[in-house]
């Protein structure tokens, strides 16, 4: 068993590609399968090296990685010896019209009421037009003939499937320059690198149908499954596919989301369980692919987040201390940890704890506050000092309930939400909580 991912280094890795990622490297690792990370780098003009890397680097962050890793680039040759062998059967054909005739001609088809089917026209060039074309310094690309009929197969995921070639254009397999499309390097990796799985995003059924024709004309007669991951749409249910950049991984990662939540979420989407954050390789027993549905798949960055919100709460100290401001300590980790958002956030509670804040001034409870300097326990302070100090506040003025704490909230976080009093006070510490105090009274 055999999987690939095979992102193109044209651009970042969104959740569309990630959830293909995550899904195929969940499927290797439940059966296991081997784990193909493939860079589809035929396109030299879009391709990068920075998203090259950029990819291996994000989906390490992800916690994925692969068993082997090739470039397309480094494989001309063998999509060169394809080539000429679906030449030598009449299976690829020169083509000379340019854009702008092929144009021409779809324009006249959709006027007859007619599918703008490519018309074969180049099927009839005589090999001495062609000569003559060449002399003339023109250089052919190549179609593929596709078979009359349909493409069928059993989808692991959208079930029974059929594609109708003569509905399609037959397509450019390779470039005038020489270079080779997606489409056809991929089928010759596929089978030549041994995959079996070929898991991808809904948007490429036509292509297995077109892939499936091209399989069987260069007769390597291995079967490949395919499964296709349906549509994702945003929370409105608009296909994602317009807004891909704002949903990168990059941005994600900028934006304090953790691997978790994102894998986690990703694993759920169109699975019948609600979404527990978590890395890939504890997500493996708990996943499957045969158990996705078939319909569009909603990602709702609010839920990511609320599942990073959750996973943040869950963790130890030890899991984060790294990745914490140095003088963060254990307590306070514990003390903030049910208030994040995203770890980012910890510096802003660190800067409230031991920062010089300006608390808001609150004139109005001056007496209030006054009241409540006067009876602040002296140190050493701990969990209860809190709820002693309160105590006596309130029988002292005789407030209770958010008329008692949040004037006091205020005056020692300058915020009016945060996390629990009891536990951020005794590392507030007195000296400032009397600072603190003060300057809110006015
Ligand atoms: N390079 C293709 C893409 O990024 C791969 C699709 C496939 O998995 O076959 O869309």
Redesign the pocket.
Known sequence: MKV?????PTGYIHVG?AR?ALANWLFARQKGGQFLLRL?DTDTERSKPEYARAIEEDLRWLGLDWDEFLRQSDRTARYEAAAEKLKALGRLYPCLESEEELEFKREQRRRQNKPPVYDRAALRMTPEQLAKAEANGKRPYWRFKLSGGEAAWRDMVLGDRRVKLPALSDPVLVRADGTFL?TFT?VVDDLETGITH?I??E??VT?TGIQLDIMGALGMGREIRFAHLPLLVDAEGAPLSKRLNSVSLRQFRRDGIEPAALAGYLAALGAPRDPVPAMPADLVAGWSLEGLSRSAARFDPRQMLALNRKYLHGLDFAAVRDRLPPEATEAFWLAVRGNLDTLGEAKDWLDVVEGDILPSEQPEEADFLRAALACLPEEPWNGDTWSRWTAELAGRTGRKGRLLFWPLRRALTGEEHGPDLKALLPLIGRERAVQRLTASAG
């Open positions: 690939r991912f095979a992102p193109s590609n293909a589809d997606y991929s070929v991808r995003g948007d490429h292509n």
